[in-house]
């Protein structure tokens, strides 16, 4: 390992008398300047709560500990809040603070401090102390960060999670000087500043910080943490970056890795830590390199991914994402939109395309703003060379009653797609395992007249014969997803017989009508959501109950030909959404919308959920999660963060 120099430390005095202060580089190992940070470990020696893990919080530093030993760091930096503290109890708080200092210190790196606010427990002066510093904000070079001065700032000098004047003054004057000397700022706080990059929590004050970053172009990056979700957004060309706290990742971790190259900022994430690539120049966006489930998702424009019950498409070397655009408020499970394309090359930074498919303002058009149009799927038709798109499409002001199937076309993947019709799909045709029983049905049609049914799982719908009520006008179509085979025959699936039976019905060869043979699959079990993929030859299934916006366990299934008969599997989740408690049970809060083969990797297939959001729409979050194949089955294990690495083959 190569010899470091001692960092050099630049205290406010030193700050406003010497200028930079930096000292020439030294001669070093051929790597990019790097530093390790971690944020909320908040350890206490006391039992912890449902996702938070006080005294689990030590381990974990152990491992972060030893792991960035290994990596040879130029400096690591603790971002506050080690302890979780016991308010006024000092002596607790105190000792908690050793324990960790006792394992940080272990880092060979040079180490660094923040302070948060549960770190105040302990007391300013045994913190000073124990910690090694003068002042809670000072500015700090590094011989291997050639034109790089790292600011830290004290987010509690005048009560929480406020800035005084006195060292907003500093910092103003710091800015100043590194601008002066042509360097660039990192700044280490323990408060992120901005909501987009911290949901629930942040700065009292973040307006006079922001007003100093603003007239300071020198300034690359904000680094925080506090919100132990983390997140990231950047403003004016500032990466604002909000780390996971250490102490919300029970049976995992979070801690991360920043690599400062002359063109960008790279953030290795370590457990739910995400991973980005942070490019320094003001228009060039930032690249994510990991599926942050449960957030929201950017796209490049900036607002997030607003394509909701979607599927994807993959062509030309660009995979096409359509879904639902959604608007806020209850309003936003209607369709006032329509649907939404984005096109990624490599499933975690997405290009908004605009819209794809939009509602229509004729209020005689199927498709008239306010009707509900769900869960669209795009796929590409080889002889006819079009895109196809089908969706669920409810009639608007007719409630979930018109259970039809919508079509539209395009030229290109992005559209605009162009709406040919819509239908109850089959009708005048009875499904290839139809019964004797159900044909015979056919006669007592008249008597179910004026009957309703619930769209939810009851003892009633099964003892009538809907499939032969809807035979003569089509049958209901609502859940769907499409699935094309690898001889290019196409399926429609679909939720049916009032959300009691799934109808899986091949398409014509141009993919825009029902080519007139169907299957029932999974009589009487109200299956929706459903999602499909083939592998080594034999075609998988994810389906969900059926309780509408809210969550339930979802279902697995297997079989040798699309036609079946297909075998349940049983629930294939597994583990625990910390953002909101939802484990297998729950599916994680979300419900399946599609599987998606990953290109270019043998046996890769990621699950895609969605979280809803009822009472606003537009907020409802996505679930990525990668399909895990074993001899029983298939297994969909949840993850905060993870990246296509895990498909490699060292991974598996
Ligand atoms: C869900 C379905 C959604 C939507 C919702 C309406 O079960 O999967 O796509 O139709 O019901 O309540």
Same mark, same amino acid.
Not at 87 to 115: C, E, I, M, W
Not at 430 to 443: F, G, M, R, S, Y
Not at 456 to 467: E, F, M, R, S, V
């Given at each position: 390992?190569?010899?470091?120099?001692?960092?050099?430390?630049?205290?406010?005095?030193?700050?406003?008398?010497?200028?930079?202060?930096?000292?020439?580089?030294?001669?070093?190992?051929?790597?990019?300047?790097?530093?390790?940070?971690?944020?909320?470990?908040?350890?206490?020696?006391?039992?912890?709560?449902?996702?938070?893990?006080?005294?689990?919080? /030590?381990?974990?530093?152990?491992?972060?500990?030893?792991?960035?030993?290994?990596?040879?760091?130029?400096?690591?930096?603790?971002?506050?809040?080690?302890?979780?503290?016991?308010?006024?109890? %000092?002596?607790?708080?105190?000792?908690?603070?050793?324990?960790?200092?006792?394992?940080?210190?272990?880092?060979?790196?040079?180490?660094?401090?923040?302070?948060?606010?549960?770190?105040?427990?302990?007391?300013?002066?045994?913190?000073?102390?124990?910690?090694?510093?003068?002042?809670?904000?000072?500015?700090?070079?590094?011989?291997?960060?050639?034109?790089?001065?790292?600011?830290?700032?004290?987010?509690?000098?005048?009560?929480?999670?406020?800035?005084?004047?006195?060292?907003?003054?500093?910092?103003?004057?710091?800015?100043?000087?590194?601008?002066?000397?042509?360097?660039?700022?990192? *700044?280490?706080?323990?408060?992120?500043?901005?909501?987009?990059?911290?949901?629930?929590?942040?700065?009292?004050?973040? $307006?006079?910080? /922001?007003?100093?970053?603003?007239?300071?172009? *020198?300034?690359?990056?904000?680094?925080?943490?506090?919100?132990?979700?983390?997140?990231?957004?950047?403003?004016?060309?500032?990466?604002?970056?909000?780390?996971?706290?250490?102490?919300?990742?029970?049976?995992?971790?979070?801690?991360?890795?920043?690599?400062?190259?002359?063109?960008?900022?790279?953030?290795?994430?370590?457990?739910? $830590?995400?991973?980005?690539?942070?490019?320094?120049?003001?228009?060039?966006?930032?690249?994510?390199?990991?599926?942050?489930?449960?957030?929201?998702?950017? #796209?490049?424009?900036?607002?997030?991914?607003?394509?909701?019950?979607?599927?994807?498409?993959?062509?030309?070397? /660009?995979?096409?994402?359509?879904?639902?655009?959604?608007?806020?408020?209850?309003?936003?499970?209607?369709?006032?939109?329509?649907?939404?394309?984005?096109?990624?090359?490599?499933?975690?930074?997405?290009?908004?395309?605009?819209?794809?498919?939009?509602?229509?303002?004729?209020?005689?058009?199927?498709?008239?703003? $306010?009707?509900?149009?769900?869960?669209?799927?795009? @796929?590409?038709?080889?002889?006819?060379?079009?895109?196809?798109?089908?969706?669920?499409?409810?009639?608007?002001?007719?409630?979930?009653?018109?259970?039809?199937?919508?079509?539209?076309?395009?030229?290109?993947?992005?559209?605009?797609?162009?709406?040919?019709?819509?239908?109850?799909?089959?009708?005048?045709?009875?499904?290839?395992?139809?019964?004797?029983?159900?044909?015979?049905?056919?006669?007592?049609?008249?008597?179910?007249?004026?009957?309703?049914?619930?769209?939810?799982?009851?003892?009633?719908?099964?003892?009538?014969?809907?499939?032969?009520?809807?035979?003569?006008?089509?049958?209901?179509?609502?859940?769907?997803?499409?699935?094309?085979?690898? +001889?290019?025959?196409?399926?429609?699936?679909?939720?049916?017989?009032?959300?009691?039976? /799934?109808?899986?019905?091949?398409?014509?060869?141009?993919?825009?009508?029902?080519?007139?043979?169907?299957?029932?699959?999974?009589?009487?079990?109200?299956? $929706?959501?459903?999602?499909? *993929?083939?592998?080594?030859?034999?075609?998988?299934?994810?389906? #969900?109950?059926?309780?509408?916006?809210?969550?339930?366990?979802?279902?697995?299934?297997?079989?040798?030909?699309?036609?079946?008969?297909?075998?349940?599997?049983?629930?294939?989740?597994?583990?625990?959404?910390?953002?909101?408690? *939802?484990?297998?049970?729950?599916?994680?809060?979300?419900?399946?919308?599609? @599987?998606?083969?990953?290109?270019? %990797? %043998? +046996?890769?297939?990621?699950?895609?959920?969605?979280?809803?959001?009822?009472?606003?729409?537009?907020?409802?979050?996505?679930?990525?999660?990668?399909?895990?194949?074993?001899?029983?089955?298939?297994? @969909?294990?949840?993850?905060?963060?993870?990246?296509?690495?895990?498909?490699?083959?060292?991974?598996?």
């Amino acid at each position: 390992m190569q010899k470091r120099r001692l960092p050099l430390l630049i205290t406010a005095a030193t700050l406003l008398l010497t200028g930079s202060g930096l000292s020439p580089q030294t001669a070093r190992a051929e790597r990019l300047p790097a530093f390790g940070l971690v944020a909320d470990i908040q350890y206490a020696d006391k039992p912890g709560g449902v996702s938070r893990d006080y005294r689990g919080s /030590l381990s974990r530093l152990e491992q972060c500990v030893t792991n960035l030993n290994a990596q040879d760091l130029d400096f690591v930096i603790q971002l506050g809040d080690a302890i979780d503290g016991y308010g006024t109890n %000092r002596v607790a708080s105190v000792r908690d603070l050793d324990s960790v200092l006792s394992v940080f210190n272990r880092l060979s790196a040079p180490k660094y401090h923040v302070a948060g606010n549960h770190c105040q427990s302990a007391g300013k002066e045994n913190l000073l102390g124990r910690l090694g510093l003068k002042s809670f904000y000072y500015a700090f070079a590094d011989p291997a960060a050639k034109g790089w001065r790292f600011i830290v700032l004290d987010g509690n000098d005048a009560g929480y999670g406020i800035i005084s004047e006195e060292q907003l003054a500093w910092f103003r004057t710091a800015l100043g000087q590194a601008q002066q000397a042509g360097e660039k700022v990192i *700044c280490f706080c323990h408060f992120p500043l901005l909501k987009a990059a911290a949901e629930s929590n942040r700065m009292a004050k973040p $307006e006079p910080v /922001l007003a100093a970053l603003d007239s300071a172009p *020198c300034v690359v990056a904000w680094i925080a943490g506090h919100d132990h979700n983390g997140g990231y957004a950047r403003r004016k060309g500032v990466h604002h970056i909000t780390l996971r706290g250490m102490v919300e990742a029970p049976g995992s971790t979070a801690y991360a890795r920043i690599e400062i190259a002359g063109d960008r900022l790279r953030e290795t994430g370590f457990g739910n $830590e995400p991973s980005r690539e942070l490019p320094l120049a003001t228009n060039a966006p930032a690249r994510r390199l990991s599926f942050e489930n449960g957030r929201t998702w950017p #796209s490049d424009a900036g607002a997030r991914i607003n394509a909701h019950g979607g599927g994807l498409l993959f062509r030309d070397g /660009l995979y096409y994402w359509y879904g639902e655009h959604k608007i806020e408020g209850k309003a936003g499970n209607a369709a006032h939109v329509g649907v939404h394309a984005y096109s990624s090359r490599d499933l975690t930074n997405w290009k908004d395309e605009g819209s794809a498919l939009a509602v229509s303002d004729d209020p005689a058009s199927d498709i008239a703003k $306010e009707c509900v149009l769900e869960r669209p799927k795009v @796929i590409y038709n080889a002889k006819t060379g079009k895109y196809v798109m089908w969706f669920h499409l409810e009639l608007k002001g007719q409630g979930y009653g018109a259970a039809r199937s919508g079509v539209a076309v395009a030229d290109t993947p992005t559209g605009p797609f162009t709406y040919l019709h819509s239908e109850r799909p089959d009708a005048g045709v009875w499904p290839v395992n139809a019964t004797d029983e159900q044909k015979a049905a056919l006669q007592k049609v008249d008597r179910m007249k004026g009957l309703t049914f619930s769209g939810g799982p009851n003892a009633d719908t099964p003892k009538h014969a809907i499939l032969a009520r809807d035979f003569a006008g089509g049958q209901m179509a609502r859940d769907m997803t499409l699935f094309v085979d690898d +001889d290019q025959k196409a399926y429609h699936i679909f939720a049916s017989e009032e959300n009691s039976t /799934l109808h899986i019905s091949l398409l014509s060869d141009d993919y825009l009508s029902h080519a007139g043979k169907y299957v029932r699959v999974f009589p009487n079990r109200w299956s $929706e959501a459903p999602a499909i *993929c083939k592998r080594q030859g034999r075609y998988w299934m994810i389906t #969900s109950g059926c309780t509408g916006w809210a969550p339930n366990a979802a279902r697995a299934a297997v079989a040798d030909s699309i036609w079946g008969p297909w075998q349940e599997l049983g629930n294939p989740c597994a583990g625990v959404n910390p953002m909101n408690g *939802c484990g297998p049970d729950k599916t994680f809060g979300g419900q399946s919308t599609y @599987i998606l083969p990953v290109q270019g %990797r %043998r +046996d890769a297939f990621i699950a895609l959920f969605d979280i809803w959001k009822p009472d606003n729409a537009i907020d409802g979050r996505y679930v990525w999660l990668p399909l895990r194949f074993t001899d029983a089955g298939f297994t @969909i294990t949840w993850a905060n963060t993870w990246d296509l690495s895990v498909f490699d083959p060292a991974a598996r």
